[in-house]
């Protein structure tokens, strides 16, 4: 048995039986970082010893390792997300060496469900990228072929789960970045639905898209991980006061009845072939355990990519004003006066895209182009929702690809963005209709390259889709296959 390779309920259990401690679990992770991460690279900082010290309270019997089904077990986190005394750059040289003075929202409460953090995980700098190759520290590489990308910006997260260097990880979705890097790397990823999981603490890119959700193994261990992150929060204005359903009780229910919808505008020219198939035949198993499959059209999403490329930089240009030298992250010395110091600052903390984004967004918020460009986003944006609302009354949840392709190689789409941003087509709607989505491994390449199902669901029905990836994920056994590093 490899500690490393259990999934988080599997080791819960071994926990919960003394089979293995704490500290066993723990420093098994760790050994595995040591001897693996030098070729993946996706971590940006570890956390070993704080991660020990809390692994010797539940042997020492001072926290109870039964009492949530993430105590004592090592969880990975994405460094957009503040925890407080530890490092969180954003993979921004203009956040290098900052050190959180406060923990997010979702980092208290996996506390308080016992979890150990373990360190924090690469991603395209300030999460804008697809790639994970935008991180001003390092390129993370795909733990199935060390030659392609993990998918972004949530890359290192998908990566140290499907690498086997934490149990769980949480990760951020913009327009995609959990479910794409979850697909090329042949994990579960979840983005919940826009104001279910709490922004507070989470370093903003565009505020009205960000979502925080977990990458894991399974199903269930996504469900486990939503469970301990949803919620209210008064601390977050756009926080939802809803009940939070019990999630790891909705896997057992069959899908038997279901109406699955399938999306005419998912199966487009340029879509692998050996990706729609995949995902046609997740289709057929579906079909096989009794859901219903019908045809749906959401007519406007092929304009998905333009809104989001305004709407996205105009937040990010907002949000990004902060970072001007004089409150916190790197300050030019050498300059001559508060705009030269601005001007020195910024070009030098901000890599190409996220400048690239920044000039994007200022254009289209400026005098004269708001109403062409921002306005007539958000309105797109409105009708893209509206699609999916009309879908949903004549099906219950809607199965598509995560990406039209496979994991591509590293530096294959860096110079091109356009074509860079053509990868997240199938993911960006979900995010500007603010529904959840999940991504679930369906099948190979003949590379053996995973590839991901992805399932959307009503607003606040993450039960829903975790019920509908579960059962079809029991009828495979493509979750169950590891990479050979």
């Known amino acids: 048995m490899q500690i490393h390779s259990l999934s988080i309920h599997e080791i819960h259990d071994m926990l919960r039986s003394r089979q293995i401690g704490a500290v066993e679990t723990v420093s ?33 019997g001072k926290k109870d390792c039964s009492a ?22 954003c993979g921004s040289r203009i956040l290098q060496g900052f050190v959180a003075p406060y923990s997010a929202t979702v980092i208290e409460k996996l506390k308080q469900a016992g979890a150990i953090f373990i360190g924090k995980t690469n991603m395209d700098e300030f999460a804008m990228g697809s790639s994970t190759e935008n991180s001003a520290f390092m390129k993370t590489r795909n733990p199935w072929d060390l030659d392609r990308v993990p998918g972004g910006s949530s890359g290192g997260s998908a990566a140290a789960v499907a690498a086997g260097l934490c149990a769980g990880a949480l990760g951020t979705d913009t327009g995609g970045s959990i479910r794409q890097p979850s697909s090329f790397c042949g994990v579960v990823g979840i983005k919940p639905t826009y104001g279910r999981v709490s922004r507070f603490g989470l370093v903003a890119f565009a505020s009205s898209l960000d979502q925080i959700g ?32 019990d999630y790891r009780a909705a896997l057992k229910e069959p899908i038997r009845g279901l109406r699955l919808g399938i999306p005419r505008e998912y199966f487009i020219e340029g879509t692998d072939p050996q990706v729609e198939a995949a995902v046609r035949n997740a289709i057929s198993t579906c ?56 001007r020195k600052s910024r070009s030098q903390g901000f890599g190409a895209e996220v400048k690239r984004r920044i000039m994007l967004g200022t254009y289209v918020l400026s005098a004269g182009y708001y109403d062409a460009y921002y306005r007539k986003a ?13 879908a949903f009354e004549k099906c219950d949840a809607i199965l598509a690809p995560v990406s039209p392709i496979p994991a591509f190689r590293i530096g294959e789409k860096f110079d091109d963005p356009l074509q860079m941003y053509l990868s997240d087509v199938f993911t960006l709607p979900a995010s500007l209709a603010g529904i ?5 491994p369906c099948g190979f390449t003949s590379e053996k390259l995973p590839i991901g199902l992805q399932i959307f669901g009503p607003h606040f029905r993450e039960e829903l889709i975790l019920r509908i990836a579960h059962q079809f994920e029991q009828a495979v056994p493509f979750h169950l296959q590891r990479p050979e590093i």
Request: charged share 25%.
């Open 28 to 60: 098994a992770f760790l050994e595995r970082i040591r001897a693996i991460d030098p070729k993946v690279n996706a971590y940006l900082s570890t956390m070993g010893e704080q991660a020990l010290d809390e692994a010797r309270l539940f042997d020492s």
């Open 68 to 89: 949530s089904p993430l105590a004592g077990v090592p969880i990975a986190i994405k460094d957009v997300i503040c925890i407080q005394g530890s490092l969180t750059t």
């Open 214 to 245: 977990p990458i894991t193994r399974d199903v269930e261990d996504a469900a486990i991980m939503l469970q301990a992150i949803a919620g209210y929060d008064p601390r977050e204005s756009t926080s939802v006061d809803l009940p939070v359903p």
């Open 287 to 342: 079909r096989e355990l009794g859901a219903h499959i019908v045809d749906i059209s959401l007519p406007h999403t092929e304009y998905g990519i333009a809104a989001y490329y305004i709407i996205a930089p105009a937040e990010a240009s907002s949000n990004l004003a902060r970072y001007d030298g004089v409150k916190y992250g790197r300050r030019d010395e050498e300059t001559r006066d508060l705009i030269d110091m601005y």
């Open 378 to 390: 958000s309105q797109v944006r409105t009708l893209i929702r509206q699609d999916f609302l009309d």
């Open 436 to 440: 959840p989505g999940i991504s679930t």
